[in-house]
């Protein structure tokens, strides 16, 4: 398996492992707040799905002969680009402000796609990195890139999002407790 390989496979695994914790949420409780915890499912979902895009487009970027340094376009379908405001329930869509870093989670339901929705975008993220990474091949994965306050290789941000989502799949589980749900062991 080359490293490209294993690096797409790393992110694909990540759809079956944070999906189970989505497990006994609802369409009421995806967007729901927790006492103490920094955010809700729903923002985590969409959170992590516009970071994942934005690698890979990067990703795209520098296998066409770029720097990766141009802004990434994000899926219409997935996401629209506004004030945080002007995600919707109804349109399925999450606003990309409302879930960068940095942004602060609304107990809004209407402003945050349906679970099913929110999961769905999740899983295409998923598989829109893994497949960025499979199609740039071993030199991509070898160039430095610009992220955040750090330079990195290419390869090395492909585990940072594997890394990301399991972060991000700790914070779900820590809602899980504070909500009383039952363990995804038993």
């Known amino acids: 398996m080359t490293r490209p390989e294993l690096l797409a496979e790393a992110v694909l695994s990540t759809k079956l492992l944070l999906g189970r914790y989505l497990a006994g949420f609802t369409e009421v409780t995806h967007t729901r707040s927790v006492p103490d915890l920094p955010n809700h499912v729903a923002w985590n979902l969409g959170h992590l799905s516009l970071t994942m895009h934005r690698v890979a487009g990067m990703i795209d970027q520098l296998a066409a002969g770029g720097d990766g340094s141009a802004a990434v376009a ?23 402000e409302a879930v ?27 598989d829109r ?7 740039a091949g071993d030199e991509v994965m070898g160039k ?10 290419v390869w090395a ?11 991000h799949t700790g914070q779900i589980a820590d809602m899980r407790r504070s909500l009383a749900m039952k363990s995804i062991f038993a």
């Open 144 to 153: 430095s890139v610009r992220w955040g306050q750090a330079e990195t290789v």
């Open 129 to 135: 990195l893994a497949a960025a990474i499979g199609a």
């Open 74 to 96: 994000l899926p219409a379908e997935c996401f629209v680009n506004g004030d945080g405001t002007r995600g919707s329930r109804d349109k399925g869509v999450f606003d990309s």
């Open 157 to 167: 941000l492909c585990v940072r999002m594997v890394f990301h989502c399991g972060f």
């Open 100 to 126: 960068a870093f940095g942004s602060k989670p609304e107990d809004r339901y209407d402003r945050y796609p349906s679970l099913v929705r929110c999961t769905e975008i999740f899983n295409l993220s998923c």
